[in-house]
Structure formats: structure tokens, C-alpha cells
């Protein structure tokens, strides 16, 4: 059974620039949750979607948004780029909405976003 | 809201000695709680999780955690390091929200382990 899959792997945009980072989850999972880890800030949730719908969004501006289709795959965007979006991004999948009971979040190798 | 502290950023351990990384969350309602290991470049892997039932719960590597509800504490323990064993690792507790539960996590503890 494939991981979750994030591409790219490494990116290094420009100040002002946007980018789009993708996500493929575990084959069944419907949802994705994205993490931005920073070394000043550590991880932090950013938003999680579940059946192409966003279901909870954490304290982030909304320069950054997400979306998924309907084959599970999520996408975050970030427009208007600034030099502390630098960070890993990662995803998680998983079976269901609630981590309880059997359900695992997997996680992906993420994105390490640069920003210049 | 709930937290998450992690006491030590950095642990530094010999080969073969008992490996102890600290958690504490803040919680008002019976928490689910999760050790992940990170290791470099590389995304977060699950060790074990706290949901209900037994206090004492085994992990993969032989790690294991022990949820102390009086102490609101949750300390990952090894008996025996091995070089393998170095990395961050992070405590997380799960907080609802929406109808989907999310994880806060503590700011990590960076094992090293010296041969």
C-alpha cells in the first residue's frame, strides 16, 4: 500500500511569488489535514478537508487556502509570499475525520518550502 | 484550547541507557494522546497512541508511554537506547473541532544517543 505523497519534495520561490504544493493520500482515505512545521513555531495545523469539503482551519491568514477533488488528493496554495512561510509542510491522511479508536493520521516526507 | 510542553528540547543519552522524554498537556476533557517520531528529512511516524483503556501503552521500537490523568502527563520511556533512536520526537494531544479532531503538538525533544 503506497504513503502519502507530496510533491515536490524541495521548492525555492521568490517574495511576492505564489506556489501550490499537492498532496495524494492513502488509497480509501478521505481525509487531509496539512501542518506547517517551523523551527521558532513547530507544527501547527493549518486546515484539514474531508469529501472535498474544508472541515476546520487553524490561525493562519488567508493568503493560504486548500482544496481537494474528488479522488481524495488535497492541494494548499500560498499567494503573496513572505520569507516566514519557509517551513516544512506536511500532510497527513487518514481513514476518518476522528483519530480515536484504530484511525491513524499517516504522514507524508513533506515540502520544504524556501522563500528568498 | 489545548497544549502540549515538552520539557527538554534536547535530551542527550548514552547507548543502552533508559531513554525518558516528558510530556505534559492541558486538557479539560479525557484527552487522546500520541508520540510521533521524526527523523531527518523525513515526515512524522506514529510510535503509539493514548485513546482509553489501559494506562500503560506499548509502542513500536520498544517504546512505551504511561498516561498519569492526576499528573496530566504522558512521558515516553525506552529501557534501552540504541543509535537507531536518534531523532525529534513530539507529543501531541488531539483537540475536536467541526466534528474532526486535530493535533496540537508540544515544540519536540531532539534525542541524541552517543556511542
Known amino acids: 500500500k503506497a504513503g502519502v505523497t507530496q510533491t515536490p519534495r524541495y521548492l525555492i520561490k521568490t517574495r511576492g511569488q505564489q506556489v501550490t504544493l499537492s498532496c495524494s493520500p492513502i488509497?480509501?482515505?478521505?481525509?487531509v489535514s496539512w501542518y506547517q512545521q517551523t523551527p521558532g513555531q513547530g507544527l501547527q495545523f493549518l486546515f484539514e478537508?474531508?469529501?472535498?469539503?474544508?472541515?476546520n482551519k487553524g490561525n493562519f491568514p488567508g493568503r493560504f487556502s486548500g482544496r481537494q477533488f474528488s479522488n481524495s488528493r488535497s492541494e494548499m496554495n500560498v499567494s503573496t509570499l513572505e520569507l516566514g512561510d519557509s517551513a516544512l509542510y506536511l500532510c497527513?491522511?487518514?481513514?476518518?475525520?476522528?483519530?480515536?479508536?484504530?484511525?491513524?493520521?499517516?504522514f507524508g516526507q513533506g515540502t520544504r518550502l524556501t522563500v528568498v | 484550547a489545548q497544549s502540549v510542553t515538552q520539557l527538554g528540547s534536547h535530551v542527550s543519552v548514552s547507548e543502552g541507557a533508559l531513554v525518558l522524554l516528558r510530556c505534559n498537556y492541558s486538557s479539560s476533557v479525557p484527552p487522546y494522546l500520541f508520540w510521533y517520531v521524526q527523523y531527518p528529512n523525513q515526515g512524522l511516524q506514529l510510535l503509539l497512541k493514548y485513546t482509553t483503556g489501559a494506562t500503560l501503552v506499548k509502542g513500536i521500537n520498544g517504546f512505551e508511554a504511561e498516561f498519569k490523568k492526576s499528573e496530566t502527563s504522558f512521558h515516553l520511556t525506552k529501557p534501552s537506547a540504541h543509535m537507531s533512536d536518534a531523532a525529534e520526537y513530539f507529543c501531541a494531544v488531539s483537540e475536536e473541532e467541526g466534528g474532526s479532531e486535530k493535533l496540537v503538538f508540544g515544540k519536540g525533544t531532539k534525542l541524541t544517543v552517543n556511542p
Open positions: 488509497s480509501g482515505h478521505r481525509s
Open positions: 478537508y474531508f469529501s472535498e469539503t474544508q472541515r
Open positions: 497527513a491522511s487518514s481513514s476518518d475525520r476522528r483519530l480515536s479508536g484504530n484511525t491513524e493520521a499517516f
